[in-house]
């Protein structure tokens, strides 16, 4: 019989702040290592709706660590956004407005990347909106654009290596 849904909440609960521990030593960012708890503890009800697990806590673990070294290695691939890099030498987006001159260049380096996005194919293109614009995850860029999950991540590098290489040439 499968287990309950208070079970599998009561085991997330308990195990949380552990399990936020070990996928921050993995993927280094805190906020990430809580989304990807999360994200675990959903995948784990999923089953555990579906059938009992011997070992939900030891599931629960390789969950999170699936899910962390998908994270660290996407990001290896890809590399930091540009906004990672900004907060890390202490420029946040949300302390102050910019400057005339600071909102003007910002204007023109989006109209740049603008320019830049325009150049690759429309599937590439849109495959890199979806995952560094929008956000979303490979498997979800896959989804909309009807495509494995593999090709979406090999759109993904491509597309931001072409942007990084053309934006890098300009400088």
Not at 7 to 14: M, V
Not at 48 to 61: A, D, I
Not at 124 to 142: M, N, P, Q, S
């Amino acid at each position: 019989m499968p287990s309950s849904p208070s079970r599998s909440l009561e085991l997330y609960q308990a195990h949380r702040q552990a399990l936020i521990d070990y996928a921050c030593g993995i993927v280094d960012d805190r906020a990430c290592a809580e989304d990807l708890v999360q994200d675990a503890w959903i995948r784990v009800e999923a089953v555990e709706r579906l059938r009992p697990l011997t070992e939900p806590v030891g599931y629960l673990y390789r969950t999170v660590r699936n899910l962390a070294l998908d994270v660290y290695r996407a990001r290896k691939r890809i590399g930091r956004s540009s906004v990672d890099a900004l907060m890390e030498q202490g420029v946040h987006p949300a302390d102050e407005a910019p400057s005339p001159e600071a909102a003007a260049m910002a204007r023109s380096e989006i109209q740049r990347l603008l320019q830049v996005l325009d150049e690759l194919p429309p599937r590439t293109r849109r495959a890199v909106i979806l995952y560094r614009v929008e956000g979303l995850k490979l498997r979800d860029v896959a989804e909309r654009l009807n495509i494995s999950v593999s090709l979406a991540q090999t759109l993904v590098v491509d597309g931001v290596e072409h942007c990084a290489l053309r934006l890098s040439r300009d400088r």
